[in-house]
Each structure stands twice: as structure tokens, then as C-alpha cells.
């Protein structure tokens, strides 16, 4: 059965570093998302992109955030200068439509030191 | 504002029991409706989805759910619980099928024997 992977599975930095979140979405799907939970918390929409733009994004992704896609299969997430705040699970998600229902990832826990 | 409400934190059911895990929304427009599973180091699975149509929807692993409009719940129910269903399941709502859903705070399931 087809499914989203991330990569790493948990990791640690430290705060102000730069840190790269990978994910390969389903291959047919033309959707992507990142959500985030912090310990506690609910999860959170960060952001969505479709046709190589970002086609909606919440108050969260502010200016530290990006999103890209520099290939045919991965789709990353990008936190410019890591603060405490940051640490939570972060999904990748995809989809085929928007219509449609996503695809999570298994999550990468980031932990910001 | 969209918000949804999962009242019960934790659940403790015996082994062969029924069950029902409550979520009440607050949304503008027909929404979009799931719940998801997510077991330990495990990403967020869908276990069942409403659009529209049928309000009685069935999902994976026996589960079913039932939309209703009036009270806006969308309760998620299980006739005999099985100890591998011991997880945290999160109810969602959204717009459209993927982009920009709203999560509750998740109901934890323990399953005794």
C-alpha cells in the first residue's frame, strides 16, 4: 500500500540552526501539506501546496518557514532559524485532489535544544 | 471560528466492549469530517470520512461514525473493542477533504483485558 515517508524520524538541533524536514509523498498525488503538534496540543495546518506554489498557509508559517518541491518525489519543510517554540511533530501530508482525503506521514519529532 | 471539540481525554473500555468517542464542531459551512487513528510512532491513519450523502459512514477496523447536523457531532463508534485498537484517535474537520483541517485534541483509548 502506498504511503507518505519522512525522514528523520526525530531530530535534534539546536536553537538558530537551519533545519530541513523530508518527506516523499504518495507518488500519484498532486497535494502536499505539513502539519504540526506540539506536545499536548492539537494538530495544526501550516501549509499547503499544489502546482509548485503554496496555495494556502496559516498565521504558524510565518517568514522562518518555507516549502519546497526540488524534485519529482521529495517535498520539504524548512525552519530558517529554529527557536524553543519549534519543537513539536511535524506531518507531512498528501493528496490526489483537493477534495479528497490526506495522507500523514509517520512524523518527525523535532526537538529544538 | 472552526473549532472541534473531543470532550473525553482518556477512555478506559473493557476487551469485547462497545465503544463511542465524542466530537462536537463548530464550522461555517458543510463540513468536511473524519477521524483518524494514530498508535504509538505511528503517523495519523484515516480510519472513515463524511462528505455527504449517507450520514451513517463506515470506516477500517470496524469502525463507523455517525453526522448529525443538528447537534453537530460526528461520534465515532465500535460495537466490540479489540485490545489492538489502544490508541489516540482525532477527530477533524475541514472545508475540503485535506487542506487546512481543524483537529480536536484527540481521545486516548486504553483497551483492558
Known amino acids: 500500500e502506498p504511503e507518505v515517508t519522512q525522514t528523520p524520524s526525530h531530530q535534534v538541533t539546536q536553537m538558530g540552526q537551519e533545519v530541513i524536514l523530508r518527506c516523499v509523498p504518495i507518488?500519484?498525488?498532486?497535494?502536499f501539506y505539513w502539519y504540526r503538534q506540539i506536545l499536548g496540543q492539537k494538530v495544526e495546518f501550516l501549509v499547503s501546496f499544489y502546482n509548485n506554489e503554496i496555495s494556502e498557509k496559516s498565521e504558524i508559517f510565518d517568514d522562518q518557514f518555507s516549502v519546497e518541491r526540488p524534485d519529482g518525489s521529495n517535498f520539504t519543510l524548512k525552519i530558517r532559524s529554529t527557536k524553543l517554540e519549534d519543537s513539536a511533530m511535524y506531518f507531512c501530508?498528501?493528496?490526489?485532489?483537493?477534495?479528497?482525503?490526506?495522507?500523514f506521514g509517520q512524523g518527525t519529532r523535532l526537538t529544538v535544544v | 471560528a472552526q473549532s472541534v471539540t473531543q470532550p473525553d481525554i482518556h477512555i478506559t473500555v473493557s476487551e469485547g466492549a462497545s465503544l463511542e468517542l465524542r466530537c462536537n464542531y463548530s464550522?461555517?459551512?458543510?463540513?468536511?469530517l473524519f477521524w483518524y487513528v494514530q498508535s504509538p510512532g505511528q503517523g495519523l491513519q484515516l480510519l472513515l470520512k463524511?462528505?455527504?450523502?449517507?450520514?451513517l459512514v463506515q470506516g477500517i477496523k470496524g469502525f463507523e461514525a455517525e453526522f448529525k447536523r443538528s447537534q453537530s457531532s460526528f461520534n465515532l463508534r465500535k460495537p466490540s473493542v479489540h485490545w489492538s485498537d489502544a490508541a489516540e484517535y482525532f477527530c477533524?474537520?475541514?472545508?475540503?477533504?485535506?487542506?487546512?483541517?481543524?483537529f480536536g485534541t484527540g481521545t486516548r483509548l486504553t483497551v483492558i483485558p
Open positions: 463524511y462528505f455527504s450523502g449517507d450520514t
Open positions: 477533524a474537520v475541514g472545508q475540503t477533504g485535506a487542506n487546512n483541517l481543524f
Open positions: 464550522y461555517g459551512a458543510t463540513p468536511y
Open positions: 507518488s500519484n498525488h498532486l497535494y
Open positions: 501530508a498528501s493528496s490526489n485532489d483537493r477534495d479528497t482525503e490526506a495522507f
